[in-house]
């Protein structure tokens, strides 16, 4: 977790305002942060990834074979050459997808390792000014790991972006995209484990294939133990994956052996002449039949898990996910696509069970386990996928907030979300007894991936032009290429929207009102404080004690503003006669960047003159963290003085002023930190490097050290707004339902903040007022 610090300065002696933001990004694991650079892994450790990988992005994809087949034939075959037109269909499904566009392309426009369409758009944000929650600060940009592409006036992306941001819908246009995007993403997270756990334990229902087919239990039965595998399920996730997740990578890897053995067995023993299905003259001779169409809402399902791939790519470096593809994931597949091919070519009959009817009679029911055990691994992926993306979500405030669990302290990516995980469950259960067949369940599961995939194809041509640059052909390429594919696919789903295909919208369109209309509030928040904080002169004018009594103790006033004064301050200090003597302006803030480094967390600047005490802190380690750093900003403060007595100080310079934006600063300092020497001091034109910490230290500096250590022993308050919104009286309709009815609602279920940021109640103040938007 990162974070980052700022204090502006305003006073003299007696009280001190500091302003100070705490940037929090994304957290990467240690063992793929440490290896993110594929080009420096050894062969071995490549391979090791590759294998793990396996278990965690490939599990979904990998289970596909258990239903594809019966969903693309559900009234039966007619024509024995419909299975093998429909199986170069995909073949070809698989290579331009999956392969292509997913594993060689997508995985490749991670955002320093964070995959899924949340990653897509923190990526643009960073190379354009595309966010609409005005919260970007200069000093953003001054992170090492916050890169940024400098453009040609003249070229592609160039104009690109200034087009992008010049228009205000474009901005609009590209978030319900990615809100969009990631709503299917959720119901394909609910969709998933629904259907690979049913189709799991839908071989319980046939006996031995020699003994007549009779059927063990019936599809009641078989439905209740797929609610019950559930339910088991997304019990445990509390617990993490941790303890079993060694098992995944060697299940996985055993169901993929398995499933290409038996591919190998039946074109053997049946019909190898399915192998003319590669010729892509079948694909044609499929559209050409007019009665095959329908069958595009089964063969879509091949592909189901491509976008989880993406969300889970963050735990290994690209290249070892691409080596699991190309050498076990990709040729199992169409080694188990094309064996139950040739065992239709025989047996066209058995279409509705082809996979556990394809199987030998001596590894039937070993290969059931497996297969039972590889259906729960894939709803593993889909739900861990599900919560990094409503995790991504919440730091850019487009969901309410809600509890994140950190499952390991190894790996970061192992979370896990209460309130998301039982509302998974309850939908899941929900869908599984519902529509009791798989049939239903995939033409819903279709429709989720073939949307998700049309919107990840929409911002990957904005990734290509403003982060990678690419020639505008190249480009064009990409665009045909999966808009053909995809649309061909979307096309055919419209027509399955009465037969299941309404569950992912009815589910969508839930997630997507309740971010969309917490982002909306969220914006609105801000822009109330942007407008609202309080003006610098009116601080200055009440002179040192504020025009209050000043009381020993350290108040941290919590805010999102991270500059200037907030409004809840002036609010707090105008009914109440009193103020801590050192108050801290706390701002959590959330950059678009995998990670902070250490030494970057703090950017502190000081409120006003010295005698304006003001400070920000969240919990004990964070607090010491904090003073800490406080303490090397007043001794780099005092030899910045030291070094530039020439420069005139302006308490006036909020950042807010274009005119001023070159101007240097001697007070808005970013350290970096050693635990002997502050080893950068970097401001906007000049740096400062390596200064021995106990040099030109100042006979006041070490007052005002001792004053705020004094100061901090006595106590710390923790001063959080609890802000009510409403829209005004002559707003339309609309809005008044958004901020009124659902915003509030929204705000009453998330978290508080003082749990957010683990205040002790007995150092908690709470300060109301009412926002009017």
Known sequence: MGSEVKSDEDTDNKGQVWFVNHKFDHLVDEEAERHSDANRLSALLLMRFAFKSLGVVYGDLGTSPMYVLYNTFPDGIKDTEDVIDALSLIIYTLTIIPLIKYVLIVCRANDNGQGGTFALYSLLCRHAKLRTIPNQDRSDEELTTYSRSTFHERSHAAKTKRWLEKHSCSKIVLLVLVLVGSSMVIGDGILTPAISVLSAAGGVKLDYPKVDNKSILNEKAVVLVAVAILVVLFSVQHFGVDKVGWLFAPIVFVWFLLIGGIGIINIWKYDSSVLKAFSPVHVYWFFRKGHTWPSLGGIILCITGTEALFADVCQFP??????????????????????????????????????????????????????????????????????????????????????????SKKYSSHIYIPEINWILMILCVAVTAGFKNQHQIGNACGFAVVIVMLVTTLIMILIMLLVWRCHWILVLIFTVLSLLVEGTYFSAMIFKIHRGGWVPLVIAAAFFISMSVWHYGTMKRHQFELQSKVPIEWILGLGPSLGLVRVPGVGLVYSELANGVPHIFAHFITNLPAIHSVVIFVCVKYIPVYAVPEGERFLVKRVGPKSFHMFHCRDDEFEKNLFENLFRFMRLESLMDSCMASEVYSPCDQGDSKDDANLPDPHKVTTTFSPNSIVSVVSPEYTVRTMSSSQMISQDEIDELEFLTNIRATGVVHILGKTVMMARRDSEFYKKILIDYIFTFLRKICRENNAIFYCPRECLLNVGQVIIV
């Open 318 to 407: 690209v290249l070892s996910i691409q080596i699991a593809f190309a050498t076990v994931v990709y040729p199992c597949l169409l080694l188990a696509y094309i064996g139950q091919a040739a065992y239709l070519m025989k047996k066209p009959d058995h279409v509705h069970d082809v996979f556990y009817r394809s199987i030998p009679d001596i590894i039937y029911w070993p290969v059931f386990v497996v297969a039972t055990a590889a259906a729960v691994v894939a709803s593993q992926a889909t739900i861990s996928a599900t919560f990094s993306l409503i995790k991504q979500a919440v730091a850019l405030g487009c969901f309410p907030r809600v509890k994140v669990m950190h499952t």
